[in-house]
């Protein structure tokens, strides 16, 4: 079953670091998602992604943030300068045709900034 | 503003009890989702419910969905210990985001 894909499954980083999470959607699929979930809390959305630029972003997704898709295969959320704050789960999906069809979620990047 | 609460936040039972989990949002939803996260990891699809009156099953799991009183409900029918885990509702406004609920840590007590 085809599946979304996340590398790494955890990264440890120093403050002011950056970093870059990596994810390998759904080969049919069209639009992208990055979710974050601090430890205990729920799930946010950060920003989804189609046609090669952003379609909405959140108020956590500051310029601190961004996302690309530098080849067919991979979807890229790039962390500048982490923050202490930054530390948390990192959930990629993607989803075949955006509104009205479900989104299926990688396995998450555990992120700890120290 | 775009809200989902879910109630309870924690929920301790007993194996073989019934409980229900109660999802409400602010505005009119095109979808609701509910999901499974065990901890450490990923959100596991449980129910999309589309339509108002729409009901669900899936085992000991039942979801329902009221879109005139933007509830929704996660029943759970004899829980047993595999069932401990946190769930997620999960709604979509009219927009291909996900805006989800608060989360309901279920502990099924032997």
């Known amino acids: 079953e085809p599946e979304v894909t996340q590398t790494p499954s955890h990264q440890v980083t120093q403050m002011g670091q950056e970093v870059i999470l990596r994810c390998v959607p759904i080969?049919?699929?069209?639009?992208f998602y990055w979710y974050r979930q601090i430890l205990g809390q729920k799930v946010e959305f950060l920003v989804s992604?189609?046609?090669?630029?952003?379609?909405?972003k959140s108020e956590i997704f500051d310029d601190q943030f961004s996302v690309e898709r530098p080849d067919g295969s991979n979807f890229t959320l790039k962390i500048r300068s982490t923050k202490l704050e930054d530390s948390a789960m990192y959930f990629c999906?993607?989803?075949?045709?955006?509104?009205?069809?479900?989104?299926?979620f990688g396995q998450g990047t555990r992120l700890t900034v120290v | 503003e775009l809200k989902v609460e879910q109630n309870p936040l924690f929920l301790s039972m007993q194996e073989g009890k019934n409980y229900t989990i109660y999802c409400n949002y602010s505005?009119?939803?095109?979808?609701l989702y509910w999901y499974r996260q065990d901890p450490g990891k990923s959100l596991e699809s449980l129910f999309v419910?589309?339509?108002?009156?729409a009901v669900k099953q899936e085992g000991r799991l039942m979801a329902s969905l009221d879109t005139k009183a933007r509830l929704s409900t996660l029943h759970i029918t004899a829980a047993v210990h595999d069932l401990s885990a946190t769930y997620f509702c999960?709604?979509?406004?009219?927009?291909?985001?996900?805006?989800f609920g608060t989360g309901t840590r279920l502990t099924i007590i032997p």
């Open positions: 999906a993607s989803s075949e045709a955006g509104l009205n069809t479900e989104a299926f």
């Open positions: 080969s049919n699929h069209l639009y």
């Open positions: 992604f189609y046609n090669n630029e952003i379609s909405e």
């Open positions: 505005t009119t939803s095109d979808r």
């Open positions: 419910l589309l339509s108002n009156g």
């Open positions: 999960a709604v979509e406004f009219g927009n291909e985001k996900l805006t």
